[in-house]
């Protein structure tokens, strides 16, 4: 276990970086993957770079996903888990008012890229009876009013489902992580009632150390509701 490899993609900041210095710490490789490779250059030396590399990666680009995946491989020689874990946040507006070309980014890095980062690597994870874990969302399981972002959560519930049947017997496992709010760049104010991202990064590292014969198809983690007064 302490030898595994672990590629997590929006590793530069929030949840993807907490979960970065959590599974280091349990003794995992890591491979660093956002689009901004120099955000990525401070994570990698405060892990050490025996242990991270980092990769610029543009979730949406197909030939970047499988650049990605042979990095992994060419520094490692092995891939055993993956966290597609890269997204961006909604706007307002709603179905009557929001930029339809925003919409289009949205649903192309929250859903499209991750299905590139999971058809990129499972090869590699299929050699080795891997792990796939998704950032899905609250968002993914509850309405929410006018939020093209809560569809593209709802579609990733849906991913996780479906790609859990096609790896049926595989010996893959697949976790979908579903935080509410959390306390990240993400948002442009601070959420100080919300989760950390390190709250939602000992999640990750909880289900990638269950052993072989246990599979934690879903992990919904919430903030505490405050203390009534």
Known sequence: ???????????????GAATA??????????VLAARREAQLTPLCAEIGAERAIAVRCDVTSWDAQQQLVARALDRYGQLDAVFANAGIGGRPGGFRGADPEYWKTLLLTNVYGVALTLRASLAALQAARGHIL???SIAGRRSIAGSMYGVSKWALTGLGANLREELRGTGIRVTLIEPGMTDTPFFDTPKPEGL???DVARCVVF????PPGVDVHELTVLPTPPVDT
């Open 1 to 15: 276990m302490h030898e595994r490899v672990l590629l997590i993609t929006g590793a530069s900041s929030g949840i």
């Open 196 to 198: 950390r991202p390190q």
């Open 21 to 30: 210095r959590a599974a280091a710490a349990a003794g995992f490789r890591l």
């Open 134 to 136: 998704i950032t899905g």
């Open 207 to 210: 289900a990638l150390q269950q």
